[in-house]
DNA sequence: GCTAGCTTGTCAACCGGTTGCCACCGGCCT
DNA sequence: AGGCCGGTGGCAACCGGTTGACAAGCTAGC
């Protein structure tokens, strides 16, 4: 009964350390604290004092050994260098925050291979996990979702829940636009084959494009970052395109700063529009026109969505509208100049 | 002995398993496993190849509860909205990764409260913490770290362990610029007072001037982001300065954009420099002069010299040289237009 | 041939919670 | 007053690993 309660580096307090203060049983402080009315008023009072008193935190690895339920998910994402990433990413860590659970982050290096091994890895870690990969097989990651509750973001796969995009609500608006300046040939640089929002976004322009009397044509990007970009200035410009649609800002913003290098017009001779609006878009000059993608929601959404699967009736995907994209009209985009 | 090994949703396998399946006992399966050598040459090989057949994975729950390994560190950050912390993120993470370690963010919204729950709570889930939050009372970080490794991140407390940029190494190399510029009068857009980043740079801007002949006074900021930075154009132009060094590139470049929509010339009118090299900073227009600090590198390197504390004698320090700075010139910065 | 000494594998306890089952308690009904 | 009942709390087993102590098996030495 001395005064300090903590003052040396004693290791955290356990049930039983509780349960001792308290004079009660180990179980019944387990029950007090989760099992709300299970366990008298009074009880559970002197309890949670004595908890209090101990600045008792409950050990989540000894939990989750008997239940089953760590409090934890998994955001899988393929590369972090990516700034689309973070978005998501403080969309998820405080989705998941909301929610109560812990968020660890795993990187798969864009390989797909890679990606199978971390799986297997963290599996036994969490709860769940919101995967962003999107490249990689389908098949196992079917079965992995029949094994544990799996939410895919930007990708879609027959019995697993995903959080996607509304991607042709996306492309029209920016379609009309171009349109509206005036450019009949658009280039679609393209991003990762393999990618489900990049063969979307195609999809959408070859539907959409003819009804305005358009051309689209795709230029394969090399890679989804600003060399990328950069590197297919040259194919760009051998085209018959006055504007160029990219697989992303970052694409986008590569091809932008190499053009203004190479003294090219930017929107004059060249109109160049991206998607997702990362930090930085607003940022060059001309501002990039982008359509927005609201990600840092998606990430909130697809970890609700993957807490609804936890929590919830099991097999059940929870029902999920795209999420809507925005046109941010800037200054990289205009009338072409005539000559 | 039927055919397939896995096929249904099955959960993971056990040592147990294992054990069963090799002919052994679960504990010559743990010490074949993690025992080098323990174990003959013939039994191991004969587990090792149970465990690939059932596909086995640790458990790292059930491993951590006798043990107290847990595998697994925190990076704890301030404010997951700063594109500062991605590239201590992604150091972090590959650094974690390359020492077998998983990681977890966390975010304590900066408030220091928020931070020291959010401490207690993980405490029990991770082997260690890096702690780039550099707010906050120091008591309760020192009380911490004496029960658990900690590293600081960019801030200094006795007898814990940080890594730190060597600020006047930074700050020399861009004053000796603008006074090369012809610049004389130089304004400190300050960042929040409790950062020892903040503290520091405002100290080698005090040591350095002088003997450079310069004058440098602090304007204070309201808040480390680009609105707080825009906000602070109005005092800067009020004041003598020619040149604005900002607490941050966020800063700084709320500042540029600001001055241009203003129409005051940069750097003509007023040069601008910040710190940190974010991404986007070589995207504005003029593009930023900043102090470039290898953040991937430093979330690396306080991993590493985390798993050294974890893994290492105990109580005894990790020597660490601070990160270098380097001044990358850029075109926000440049001689004062005469007049 | 017998024992000392080493190697190898097993037994059982433990980490810190959770939970099914049961015992005990007091109150209420008949 | 006795019996039943609902509410409360304790016992003990269990989750999946780890590890100290020990026994069995083997070799080697005398």
Chains 1, 2 share one sequence.
């Not at 489900?196 to 070859?206: K, T």
């Not at 410009?237 to 504007?243: H, Q, V």
């Not at 700063?257 to 930085?280: C, T, Y």
Request: net charge neutral; charged share 20%.
């Amino acid at each position: 009964m001395t005064g300090p309660v903590s003052d040396e580096p004693q290791p955290p307090a356990t049930i039983y350390d509780v349960a001792r203060l308290a004079r009660v049983s180990p179980s019944t402080v387990s029950r007090a604290l989760n099992k709300p009315g299970r366990i008298s008023a009074q009880t559970e009072r002197k309890i949670r004092a004595a908890a209090e008193r101990l600045e008792f935190e409950i050990n989540p690895m000894a939990r989750a050994l008997p239940t089953g339920r760590r409090m934890t998910l998994a955001l899988m994402l393929a590369d972090i260098t990516n700034p689309v990433v973070f978005g998501l990413i403080r969309g998820a860590e405080r989705g998941a925050a909301a929610a109560g659970y812990t968020l660890i982050i795993a990187e798969s290096q864009e390989s797909g291979e890679a990606e199978l091994r971390m799986l297997r890895k963290i599996q036994a870690s969490v709860d769940g996990i919101v995967l962003a990969t999107a490249r990689g097989p389908a098949e196992p990651i079917r079965q992995f979702a029949r094994a544990k509750p799996i939410v895919l973001v930007n990708r879609v796969e027959p019995a697993v829940a995903s959080i996607i995009p509304d991607v042709p609500g996306g492309v029209a608006p920016l379609l009309d636009h171009l349109r509206a300046c005036g450019h009949a040939n658009v280039a679609y640089l393209s991003g990762p084959a393999a990618s489900w929002v990049n063969s979307e976004r195609w999809a959408a322009l070859v539907r959409l494009a003819p009804p305005l009397r358009m051309s689209v044509f795709e230029i394969p990007g090399r890679a989804p970052t600003m060399a990328g970009g950069a590197e297919a200035l040259e194919r760009v410009m051998l085209s018959p395109a006055t504007a160029v649609i990219a697989f992303n800002d970052l694409m986008a913003i590569g091809l932008l700063r190499q053009a203004r290098q190479e003294k090219i017009a930017v929107p004059g001779r060249l109109s160049i529009a991206g998607f997702d609006n990362i930090f930085g878009a607003e940022l060059t000059t001309p501002a990039l026109t982008t359509v927005a993608a609201p990600l840092e929601d998606a990430g909130a959404r697809a970890v609700e969505a993957l807490v609804a699967l936890i929590e919830g009736s099991p097999a059940r995907l929870p029902e999920m509208s795209p999420f809507e994209l925005r046109l941010i009209v800037r200054d990289s985009t205009g009338p072409p100049a005539v000559g």
